[in-house]
């Protein structure tokens, strides 16, 4: 039995090399930069709560490193300032702490695009964290994945299942290339437990690689097929119209595409499989027999089709205030007067609360476009829509029988927040 530091143990790979670990009888306790429910959904591991990001000194992991035998940093993030801390900070700081207590080894999940010649900053924080470790003295091990996929998804394969499910055509970027050779989650899970318990893994740096190399249509066909859409057309654009949507996509810092998932897909994530295979022992399932052999449900479907809808939904919700708040100031003059008159207020409480309406308004927002998770955005759209209602349906009853249903409409509305608290969160 070894004793595990698995760092990232709340991502989509890491929750996975937990899992394998603890089957194999290892002792587990994972990082998380939050750990809420995640001991009851994988017992018998220990999670720490630590932010990866502000973990960059030595004293940070003195504590963390006591007693462990093996790291595994299955920590990572494709975009945003965060990257050159987690990549290579984030890490230069465990190895510095790891002579002090002891730690011999350490095994680090990359990127199979961690090459000099990749220009985009998510591949080349990559290759600096590879660097780090290499030049550590400890034993290392490098695993350089390509497109990792399971039942569940996040990030890339998300991406790729939105893209599948897209009605009346799917769009590609044009030419030739745009390879993977993608490898199930649980097969890599199994090489990071073959390397774990095996000491001669040391020094080695390895490309988990499924047996197939595809190209990212015929990727997107297999996610199609498996979801039960049908056949499609696709729709080849041209790679200066790419670089167009996925700048447009850069604006939004977690929206669905951006320039760095496209220059990775650029890049090629292509490995040899066979060459893998031979030297960890073990054989990946192809992706046609994966898939084959986990059925989509309905689940999955759902998750396809609201990839792209998730983000429009914030979007309009987003707009629905703004546009509010200006009409709020620009033309609800005559309406506040009705509604202070009927409910007998002072003259003087007009332009307060008009103004006051309109600026709460603005801000919810700003609450919809920038709170990540949509918990607060959901109850403050929930308590001032409540409001308005309630408030302007006493004050003006008539409105309730207004054939153009502007109190009406609220009730859909109601149902449009409530679906957005529901999938905002993408983790």
């Not at 290579?88 to 010649?117: E, K």
């Amino acid at each position: 039995m070894m004793r595990v530091l698995v760092l990232g143990a709340g991502g989509f790979i890491g929750r996975h090399i937990v899992t394998r670990l603890l089957a194999e009888g290892h002792a587990v306790t994972g990082t998380a930069r939050s750990i809420a429910g995640l001991e009851a959904a994988m017992p018998g591991a220990r999670f720490v709560q630590i932010d990866l990001a502000k973990a960059v000194e030595p004293e940070h992991w003195h504590g963390l490193l006591n007693g462990i035998d093996v790291v595994v940093n299955a920590a990572g993030v494709l975009r945003g300032p965060e990257m050159e801390a987690i990549h290579v900070a984030m890490p230069g700081a465990l190895i510095a702490a790891a002579s002090s207590v002891g730690l011999q080894r350490v095994i680090l999940v990359s990127a199979i695009s961690a090459r000099a010649d990749v220009p985009t900053d998510y591949a080349q924080s990559k290759l600096r964290g590879e660097q780090v470790l290499r030049a550590s003295g400890l034993a290392w091990t490098i695993l350089r994945p390509s497109l990792v996929y399971a039942e569940g998804s996040y990030g890339g394969t998300s991406l790729l299942r939105g893209l599948a499910a897209l009605p009346f055509a799917v769009p590609v970027p044009a030419g030739e290339g745009y390879e993977f050779s993608p490898i199930h989650v649980d097969d890599l899970a199994e090489t990071v437990a073959r390397v774990t318990a095996g000491p001669g893994f040391a020094g080695q740096t390895l490309e988990p690689c499924g047996p197939e190399t595809l190209s990212h249509r015929e990727i997107l066909k297999r996610y199609r097929a498996w979801l039960g859409f049908g056949r499609t057309r696709y729709l080849a654009l041209p790679l200066p119209l790419m670089q167009v949507i996925a700048r447009l996509g850069d604006l939004w810092r977690e929206g669905p595409v951006s320039s760095v998932s496209l220059n990775q897909l650029i890049a090629g994530n292509a490995g040899d499989g066979a060459a893998f295979s031979s030297a960890v022992g073990t054989s990946p399932r192809s992706m046609a027999n994966a898939l084959r052999d986990q059925p989509a449900q309905v689940q999955d479907r759902w998750h396809a089709r609201l990839y792209f809808l998730a983000p429009t939904i914030r979007c309009v919700l987003a707009l629905l205030w703004l546009v509010s708040a200006w009409l709020g100031l620009t033309q609800g003059a005559e309406q506040t007067h009705d509604v202070v008159r009927s409910l007998a207020l002072p003259s003087g409480f007009e332009d307060p609360l008009r103004i006051g309406a309109s600026l709460a308004d603005a801000g919810l927002a700003a609450l919809v476009l920038f709170n990540r998770k949509g918990r607060w955005a959901t109850w403050a759209q929930l308590a001032v829509i409540g409001g308005y209602t309630a408030v302007i349906g006493w004050a003006l009853p008539g409105l309730w029988l207004d054939p153009l249903g502007p109190l009406l409409k609220n009730l859909p509305i109601l149902a449009l927040v409530l679906v957005h608290g529901a999938i905002a969160d993408s983790r």
